[in-house]
């Protein structure tokens, strides 16, 4: 079965500390994989993908992520977090063929302490 | 900039009365339109999948008498919240995907639903 876990509900970190976000999923086929992230009241925007290629993929706003085949994880990371990426993270995967729904997580929710 | 576009982005509207929300893609034709519902603090639940000149594709457990989706043209899609009740406040997210290339998944801001 398709899905897509982020252990992490909540997270804390201080403005300036590194951030690593978890996503495992469980994908039958070749998956395509999404971090997106939700201000409070907004849609979704996208912060980075991976198709194919080199597994560790850079995104807009400083985030990368890393593809990890044979953990089936896409974890989200940033070296130094600022107060405005304080938001809702969501990870999910989609089928390597257009046209189809995408599987998300439940999402992490990032705090930033000053 | 944005290349889905929705609106409203909030409505309040009284019980028993319908409400439209329009799905716009700016910048590409999409043959297929897909619409969200989040409740608050939860993730995006896929509610259909909307295909442009035929008939949605409904999750199961969505009333489609309920959440009327018209996909007219290949840059609209509409979904209407039928004899709205209180419980069918939410916020509702529609989102398209460009067919040429690896395009991914683009949003629109939501719509936040209140039915009083």
């Known amino acids: 079965a398709q899905s897509v876990t982020q252990p992490d509900i909540h997270i804390t970190v201080s403005e300036g500390a590194s951030l690593e976000l978890r996503c495992n999923y469980s994908?039958?086929?070749?998956?395509?994989l999404f971090w997106y992230v939700q201000s409070p009241g907004q849609g979704l925007q996208l912060l980075l993908k991976?198709?194919?290629?080199?597994?560790l993929v850079q995104g807009i706003k400083g985030f990368e992520a890393e593809f990890k085949r044979s953990q089936s994880s896409f974890n989200l990371r940033k070296p130094s977090v600022h107060w405005s990426d304080a938001a809702e993270y969501f990870c999910?995967?989609?089928?390597?063929?257009?046209?189809?729904?995408?599987?998300f997580g439940t999402g992490t929710s990032l705090t930033v302490i000053p | 900039g944005a290349v889905v576009s929705q609106h409203p982005s909030w409505v309040i509207c009284k019980s028993g009365t319908s409400v439209k929300i329009e799905c716009r893609s700016l910048?590409?034709?999409?043959?297929?339109m897909f619409w969200y519902r989040q409740f608050p603090k939860q993730s995006l639940m896929l509610m259909a999948t909307s295909n442009e000149g035929s008939k949605a594709t409904y999750e199961q457990g969505v009333e489609k008498d309920k959440f009327l989706i018209n996909h007219a043209s290949l840059t609209l899609s509409t979904l209407t919240v039928t004899s709205a009740h209180p419980e069918d406040s939410s916020f509702y997210i529609c989102?398209?995907?460009?067919?040429?290339?690896?395009?991914?998944?683009?949003f629109g801001n939501g719509t936040r639903l209140t039915v009083t």
């Open positions: 910048d590409f034709q999409a043959t297929t």
């Open positions: 999910a995967v989609g089928p390597s063929n257009t046209g189809n729904q995408f599987y």
């Open positions: 989102s398209a995907r460009d067919p040429k290339g690896n395009s991914p998944l683009h």
């Open positions: 991976y198709f194919s290629g080199d597994t």
């Open positions: 994908y039958g086929a070749t998956p395509y």
